[in-house]
């Protein structure tokens, strides 16, 4: 039996060897063209990174593609080749709120890819700092949650630095039981971040009710601590658990199936439209009656979706409001230049945070 699987495996294997050397091939003969790019945009001031374009490269080889690959793998191998790719140009850096092995890391190589400099920052603060000041090239910071809802941090931020959104990325949030030796034995008690914990109570009080709980400053910080002591388990994602040389016990084991974080990607770049967009804005109008409907009637009258909003106090005493709001389209649309013209003229601020390729 084991010769006839080998004979059967002996060619299949050989052919998986030829196809990747012809996959090696093509591959640098694309990464030395993208180099010709990049030298041909050195007399223009060329930027590395450019959002539209990559997004518009990963859409086409999504409708070419015959499978059996998802479009969701074509997308994570592309943008991993794209993100090469560009490294060979410049490996830009990218803040975001640390420590190592937390979602917005993982964000951050899903957004980016691994071709970075990526530099843990302390505080959402931080990244913004690190943006605008350019000791970064791009910053990367959680904007909501599905669960939890908005980071109020960063709203307030975004109001006023300089830094313009220039992409997005929704992250599953997987929650996953770690330990060093990949068991429960020896372990009297589970430390995560607060939310993590309540994430996982279901979970937990199911599998393991006699498993004392304590809280962590962040996932990362609790693998740490597992890392250090047998007697610990930590939740947190697979990222940590790679960081800190964790065995997973459990995965998948929070409550909500669904849970989702999404992050902006900031930076000083101005995306061309890709045709799949999203535009953010800040908005506020007087506090009186009918003022809201007013703001978003231009929307509707040119045709303009509005796909999140989100209020903020104005901290003016006089109980006003700034509105997060996307919208569906580029700045530079027709139908959305026509909106943002009619807007300016009915509210009493306005701040385009930038328009950015949709991510599915």
């Given at each position: 039996?084991?010769?006839?699987?080998?004979?059967k495996?002996?060619?299949?294997r050989?052919?998986?060897d030829?196809?990747?050397?012809q996959?090696?091939?093509?591959?640098?003969?694309?990464?030395?063209t993208?180099q010709?790019?990049?030298?041909?945009k050195?007399?223009?001031?060329?930027?590395v990174?450019?959002?539209e374009r990559?997004?518009?490269v990963?859409?086409?080889?999504?409708?070419l593609?015959?499978?059996?690959?998802?479009?969701?793998?074509l997308?994570a191998i592309?943008?991993?080749?794209?993100?090469a790719?560009?490294g060979?140009?410049q490996?830009?850096?990218v803040?975001?709120?640390g420590?190592?092995?937390?979602y917005?890391?993982?964000?951050?190589?899903?957004?980016?890819?691994?071709a970075v400099?990526a530099?843990?920052?302390?505080?959402i603060?931080?990244?913004?700092r690190?943006?605008?000041?350019?000791?970064?090239?791009?910053?990367?910071v959680?904007?909501e949650?599905s669960n939890?809802?908005?980071?109020?941090?960063?709203?307030?931020?975004?109001?006023t630095?300089?830094?313009?959104?220039?992409g997005?990325?929704?992250?599953?949030?997987?929650?996953?039981?770690?330990?060093?030796?990949?068991?429960?034995d020896?372990?009297?008690?589970?430390?995560?971040h607060?939310q993590?914990?309540?994430?996982?109570q279901?979970?937990l009080?199911?599998?393991h009710?006699?498993?004392?709980?304590?809280s962590?400053?962040?996932?990362?910080?609790?693998?740490r601590?597992?890392?250090?002591?047998?007697?610990?388990?930590?939740?947190a994602?697979?990222?940590?658990?790679?960081?800190?040389g964790?065995?997973i016990?459990?995965a998948?084991?929070?409550?909500?199936?669904?849970?989702?974080?999404r992050?902006?990607a900031?930076?000083?770049?101005?995306n061309?439209?890709?045709?799949?967009d999203?535009?953010?804005?800040?908005?506020?109008?007087?506090?009186?009656?009918?003022?809201?409907?007013r703001?978003l009637?231009?929307l509707a009258e040119?045709?303009v979706?509005m796909?999140?909003?989100?209020?903020?106090?104005?901290?003016?005493?006089?109980?006003?409001?700034?509105?997060?709001?996307?919208?569906?389209?580029h700045?530079q649309?027709?139908?959305?230049?026509?909106?943002?013209?009619?807007?300016?003229?009915r509210?009493?601020?306005?701040?385009v945070?930038?328009?950015?390729?949709?991510?599915?």
């Amino acid at each position: 039996m084991a010769d006839e699987l080998q004979k059967k495996l002996t060619p299949l294997r050989e052919r998986i060897d030829a196809i990747d050397a012809q996959l090696l091939e093509l591959l640098s003969e694309r990464a030395r063209t993208a180099q010709a790019v990049g030298a041909a945009k050195e007399d223009h001031a060329g930027v590395v990174l450019r959002p539209e374009r990559e997004a518009q490269v990963i859409r086409r080889l999504q409708e070419l593609n015959g499978g059996p690959l998802p479009a969701s793998a074509l997308a994570a191998i592309w943008g991993e080749i794209m993100s090469a790719c560009r490294g060979l140009e410049q490996r830009p850096r990218v803040a975001y709120l640390g420590p190592q092995g937390t979602y917005s890391e993982q964000a951050v190589l899903a957004h980016f890819g691994h071709a970075v400099d990526a530099d843990s920052c302390g505080t959402i603060d931080e990244v913004f700092r690190s943006v605008e000041t350019r000791r970064a090239d791009f910053g990367i910071v959680p904007l909501e949650n599905s669960n939890e809802g908005a980071v109020n941090r960063t709203l307030d931020l975004l109001l006023t630095s300089s830094a313009k959104v220039i992409g997005e990325r929704s992250v599953p949030v997987v929650q996953c039981l770690m330990t060093r030796s990949g068991t429960l034995d020896g372990v009297t008690i589970v430390r995560s971040h607060p939310q993590s914990l309540a994430q996982c109570q279901g979970w937990l009080s199911d599998h393991h009710p006699g498993l004392a709980r304590a809280s962590a400053a962040s996932n990362a910080e609790a693998a740490r601590l597992a890392a250090e002591d047998p007697t610990v388990a930590a939740i947190a994602g697979e990222q940590a658990a790679q960081r800190w040389g964790l065995k997973i016990v459990a995965a998948g084991i929070q409550d909500d199936p669904h849970n989702r974080t999404r992050f902006f990607a900031i930076g000083h770049i101005d995306n061309a439209p890709s045709g799949r967009d999203k535009t953010s804005l800040i908005l506020a109008v007087p506090n009186e009656a009918g003022a809201v409907y007013r703001m978003l009637a231009p929307l509707a009258e040119n045709g303009v979706s509005m796909t999140r909003l989100e209020s903020r106090p104005a901290r003016t005493g006089q109980w006003e409001y700034y509105f997060y709001v996307d919208i569906e389209g580029h700045w530079q649309d027709p139908a959305v230049a026509a909106a943002l013209a009619a807007l300016k003229a009915r509210v009493a601020f306005i701040k385009v945070l930038g328009s950015y390729p949709v991510t599915s």
